[in-house]
Each structure stands twice: as structure tokens, then as C-alpha cells.
């Protein structure tokens, strides 16, 4: 049992003895003492005073007595005002410390048959670009997301919805067929996502040249817009794709193709993977069909120009267009295709959309849509919505081929943290190899440490130069720490010093006594991270813990420590530390170098 559930447990026995009330032991939750206030942890009593009858101090005081008297984990106590603060008995930090060490994957749950499973959807990536830095921060989030929802003991499927058709993706196949001159990744030496994005851009530049042609000979934007022959050959191949014409259907495929090998190579470098992909080509129809279904159960309407909406208005929405005059679909359909796939293939109980802020509102309706169409999950899902990223240089068009691409902002992270690295000596006695594979670590845990450190829902600046700094709250000060247990656990490995020792020969310094205390905090900090989706709680949480240990070990011996068994306490300590920056890291997808 925690020292959480211990003091929990406790104070609901005073309550019962002092004034009759039965309360439940796990709605009574000691919060960390402030560190201006003497105590360990602190428990609020205002929510007692009606069964006492007495003033807050008073309460708070009674309590305190009581706890002194009846549990050997309370050493002492004070109060200020209707603040409670209890000092623990130092002998039973030790054992909290013991069992942390002592409990395979402290803080996590395991999932059994009962679990619920969670599908989370994350990345939805175009066919017609590479993954850009917005795509690095939703993948990161999802990525990180199934990690804690793992974590806190639920199934879970990660999903991906490739957006693969489309007036955009016939843009970038046009620009192939007039200006590619039957290039390949092959023969230019590109990725094939890149090589793709290529042609997107190339598209754009025509295209705007075009109209600033017509429109020196006398036109409107708008009449511009409207008469320009290469927007019109980018629509009659997209008529084509849909009435499955297979000669575009095959130059179709084959690009996509090169996209998707570039993906993969980029999801890998960034250690982001899914259980299943599901492509809007095969989702769109799926949703028709169910919007049609819809319509004949009187759930939509039909309008005169023979389009379908739903009437959101008594939900305090407004009409939603969901099939266009002409038949089409448009992205609410195509979302509820995919919902309808997904189902059929999964047993959900919850379904988690990491999509942009922008997109709210959209969700909201699908939200309505599918509860009205029969998804049992769909009146209740989520949908993670997070802020916009940018770099200190300003806001990225990928039309316009000033995009930050995922793998130019990966190559240029990794070369940053081995230049960094290098000046600072942390790369001295490695081979290259070495150095190689531990500046790749430290420069994608620094962009990804950079990115989850934030609150989601807020938009970001993200700094390449700021996120590789060995001090402050970034990835590689956490994994340096790390790196800096690994190398005292083998020194100590090597002369055999062990981490058994005597509970009662180890007298602990509040220093040591806070640290076991953030230590024991994980297991709470787990369990908030997976009740409100947010990787930044574990970021956060793990920064401090390493700033605490950080000033614990300039402070006091380790190794050279004389008493045998004060230097295993803190030996033990130590690995702790390193067995949960470990884990916490572990949520957030960034890995651990084990020499720095």
C-alpha cells in the first residue's frame, strides 16, 4: 500500500472515530506539503467540518492527535489554519522506497481480458507532401497518448487515416504527368514523399503563374480562378479517379506507393507506429452508404438540389452538409466510413482523434453523427485537440514549398546535439558509431522532450537551439541524469558494493526524504496523465524528479559514501531514480542513452 493510501486510510479511521462519519478511504487525497510549510503531506479538512462541528483548527488539530496515537507511519504533525501537514515517520519512507524498487513497472497497470480498448487516431497524413512539423507534433502526442493509456492498464489500437484521394493528391499527379519527365525516387535519389511534394509545389508556381497571365489580360481573380485550364485538368482527373478510370488509377497507385515507403522511413526514425492503417479511398464509400442508411431512417434529409444534411439545430448546432448534389462525399462522410470500418473490426469501448483545434467543431458534429447513427462510443469520444506549432521563424505553407519538413527538422536536431555534445566532451573516448547513434538520441529525445513538455491544447514556438541544452528543463539534462545513475551503477557493479541494507541503520536527510516522496508521486502522476490525456504531466513530473536527484547527488556521497549502508540506501536511491526516468521517458517514446 502507498503512503498515499496509508495516511488515506488513516484519516478516514479519525473521522469515523471522532465524529461518526464513514467516509470512503480513496476520497480523501493527501496532496504534497508546500515546501514553505514543515510536513510531508498535507489533507484539507474543510470538507469534515460539518460532522465536527468544531473550527478548521481545531479539526485539523484533533485529527492530527489521532494520528500521532493510531499510525506508526505519522511521526508528527502541524496546522495551518484548515490545513492539515503530517510529517511521516522516516523508517517508512525507506520501505516506500523498498517497494518501488522491489515492484516490476511501478506505476503502470496491466491490461487483462476485461480491459476496455481505446483506439487512438493520430498522424492522417495527405499523399501529396512529406510530413511536415505538425505532423511531428500530433504523431508524438498520439504516439505518446497510447504509451499512458497502455500504462494505465487499457488495451489499446493505434490507427492511422491516410488521406490518399482527392483534388490535392490529382494536383501533385498532374504536375508528375506534365512536368516529371518520368522521374522516380530511384532515379532522382529522393524520398518518394519528398519527390511527390516536388511536384505539389510545382503545380502551385503554374498554376499562379497562370492566373496572373489572365489576369493581365483583363480578368478578375475570381474569373480567373474559373477559366483556368490547368485547375480544369486537375478536376477532370479527379472525375476520372472516381469513375475508376484505370490508367489514372495506376499512376495513382504507383505514387502513392512512393509516398508510403516514405513514411515508413520517416515514422521509424521518429519511433512512431500503427496497428492498422485505414486509406480514405476505401473509407469514403463506406460513409455514403451509412449517410444513406441515415436518410432512409428519417436521421437526415434529403434538400431539393438533391444534396443530404443532418439537422443539428436541436442539439444546438446548425445544418451539416454530408453528401454534395452531385453524390459526392465530403470529409464528415468519410469520417464516418472510417468509424464504420474501425467498428467492424474492433471491439471499442473508447476512440481518441489527435487532430488540431482547428478541427472542433468538426468533431463535434461527427460526435452527434455517429451516436445518432448507432456507435455506441460515439456520443463519448474524444477528441484531443492540441494547438498549433511553429518555429521561432513563423508559420510553414507547404503550396508554397516553405514547409518544415519532418526529416530536415530530425537531420538538423541530430546534427545540432552532436556539435553541442562535442563541445561539451560528453562524446570523448566514442567511436564514431558511438557518437553517431548517441546524438541521434539526444537530438530526436530533445525535439520530442521539447514538443510534450507543453500543454496540447496550447499553440507552441518550437526552438531547435533552446531543446538541446544539457541544463534546464529539457530532454537531454534528463538524459544526461540518467546516463550519470547508469555510469555509478556500473562503478559499483564492478566493486561489488550491493543494495541490501538495514532499515534501521539508514537515518534519511529531507533531501532524501523528498526524493523517495517524488518517487512515489509517479504512480499518481501515471494515472492523471491517462484521466486527462496529457503527456506534458509526465514531461513535467520527470523534470522535477531529476532536478531534486540533481541536487541530492552535488550534495551528498554515493560511491565514496564511508557507511556501507547509507551508500546502498543511496545506491538504491539512485537506480530508482533511473528505473522511473526511464519508464516516464518510456511513455513519452524518447529514449535513454545508457553512456553520455
Same mark, same amino acid.
Given at each position: ?269 521518429? /519511433?512512431? *507506429?500503427?496497428?492498422?492503417?485505414? =486509406? ?5 464509400? &463506406? !460513409? @455514403?452508404? %451509412?449517410?444513406? +442508411? #441515415? ?82 462510443? /460515439?456520443? *463519448?469520444?474524444?477528441?484531443?485537440? =492540441? ?5 521561432? &521563424? !513563423? @508559420?510553414? %505553407?507547404?503550396? +508554397? #514549398? ?104 539508514? +537515518? ?89
Amino acid at each position: 500500500m502507498s503512503i498515499d493510501n496509508i495516511i488515506s486510510s488513516a484519516v478516514a479511521d479519525a473521522l469515523k472515530a471522532l465524529y461518526g462519519l464513514e467516509v470512503a478511504a480513496e476520497s480523501i487525497v493527501p496532496q504534497t506539503t508546500k515546501k514553505e510549510f514543515e510536513g510531508n503531506l498535507t489533507v484539507v479538512v474543510f470538507p469534515f467540518l460539518r460532522a465536527s462541528k468544531k473550527s478548521p483548527e481545531v479539526t485539523a488539530n484533533e485529527i492530527g492527535e489521532y494520528l500521532v496515537q493510531h499510525s506508526d507511519a505519522v511521526k508528527a504533525f502541524n496546522v495551518i489554519k484548515g490545513f492539515l501537514n503530517i510529517t511521516i515517520e522516516p523508517s517508512f519512507w525507506v520501505n516506500v522506497l523498498s517497494h518501488i524498487h522491489s515492484v516490476d513497472n511501478f506505476g503502470f497497470k496491466e491490461a487483462d481480458k476485461d480491459s476496455e480498448l481505446v483506439m487512438i487516431e493520430y498522424s492522417s497524413p495527405n499523399t501529396n507532401k512529406p510530413l511536415h512539423l505538425g505532423h511531428v507534433r500530433n504523431n508524438l502526442l498520439g504516439f505518446s497518448l497510447s504509451r499512458i493509456m497502455s500504462a494505465n492498464g487499457y488495451k489499446v489500437v493505434k490507427t492511422n487515416i491516410v488521406n490518399d484521394r482527392g483534388i490535392h493528391i490529382c494536383k501533385s499527379m498532374l504536375a508528375w504527368q506534365k512536368w516529371g519527365n518520368g522521374a522516380t525516387p530511384e532515379s532522382t535519389g529522393k524520398k518518394g514523399d519528398h519527390l511527390i511534394g516536388d511536384f505539389y509545389v510545382a503545380f502551385d508556381q503554374h498554376y499562379k503563374a497562370e492566373l496572373k497571365e489572365l489576369e493581365a489580360k483583363g480578368m478578375s481573380k475570381e474569373e480567373a480562378e474559373a477559366a483556368s485550364e490547368l485547375m480544369k485538368e486537375a478536376r477532370e482527373m479527379l472525375r476520372r479517379w472516381e469513375a475508376g478510370d484505370e490508367e489514372v488509377r495506376s499512376l495513382w497507385r504507383t505514387m502513392n506507393s512512393w509516398v508510403y515507403a516514405g513514411f515508413d522511413e520517416t515514422y521509424k526514425r521518429l /519511433g512512431v *507506429d500503427f496497428d492498422k492503417i485505414y =486509406y480514405e479511398s476505401n473509407t469514403y464509400l &463506406e !460513409g @455514403k452508404e %451509412k449517410v444513406l +442508411e #441515415g436518410l432512409e431512417k428519417g436521421i437526415m434529409y434529403r434538400a431539393e438540389d438533391n444534396s443530404v444534411w443532418a439537422d443539428l439545430t436541436a442539439d444546438g448546432l446548425d445544418h451539416k452538409l454530408l453528401l454534395r448534389s452531385d453524390g459526392t462525399s465530403v470529409y464528415m462522410t468519410q469520417d464516418i466510413g472510417t468509424a464504420k470500418l474501425r467498428y467492424q473490426d474492433y471491439p471499442i469501448d473508447k476512440m481518441i482523434y489527435v487532430v488540431g483545434n482547428e478541427q472542433n467543431y468538426h468533431f463535434q458534429v461527427l460526435s452527434l453523427l455517429l451516436d445518432k447513427l448507432g456507435f455506441k462510443w /460515439g456520443k *463519448d469520444l474524444v477528441h484531443f485537440s =492540441y494547438g498549433m506549432v511553429e518555429l521561432p &521563424e !513563423g @508559420k510553414m %505553407k507547404s503550396r +508554397e #514549398g516553405t514547409v518544415v519538413d519532418a526529416d530536415d527538422l530530425m537531420d538538423e536536431m541530430v546534427n545540432q546535439a552532436k556539435e553541442t555534445s562535442a563541445q561539451l566532451g560528453k562524446l570523448d573516448g566514442c567511436s564514431q558509431e558511438e557518437a553517431n547513434r548517441i546524438s541521434s538520441i539526444i537530438g530526436l529525445g530533445a525535439l520530442k522532450y521539447f514538443i510534450l513538455k507543453v500543454d496540447p491544447r496550447k499553440n507552441m514556438t518550437f526552438n531547435p537551439k533552446e531543446s538541446i541544452d544539457f541544463n534546464g528543463n529539457t530532454g537531454p539534462f534528463i538524459q544526461y541524469t540518467y546516463a550519470r545513475i547508469q555510469s555509478v551503477l556500473r562503478k559499483a557493479a564492478a566493486d561489488n558494493i550491493a543494495m541490501t541494507f538495514d532499515v534501521n541503520g539508514v +537515518e534519511l536527510s529531507d533531501k532524501e526524504i523528498s526524493l523517495i516522496q517524488r518517487l512515489a508521486d509517479f504512480e499518481g502522476v501515471v494515472a492523471e496523465a491517462g484521466k486527462t490525456y496529457s503527456p506534458a504531466l509526465v514531461a513535467n513530473y520527470v523534470y522535477d524528479l531529476v532536478k531534486e536527484y540533481n541536487q541530492f547527488y552535488h550534495d551528498y556521497q554515493i560511491l565514496r559514501e564511508s557507511n556501507e549502508n547509507v551508500r546502498a540506501f543511496r545506491l538504491m536511491l539512485s537506480a530508482t531514480v533511473g528505473s522511473i526516468v526511464k519508464r516516464a521517458f518510456w511513455m513519452l517514446g524518447i529514449d535513454v542513452p545508457e553512456r553520455m
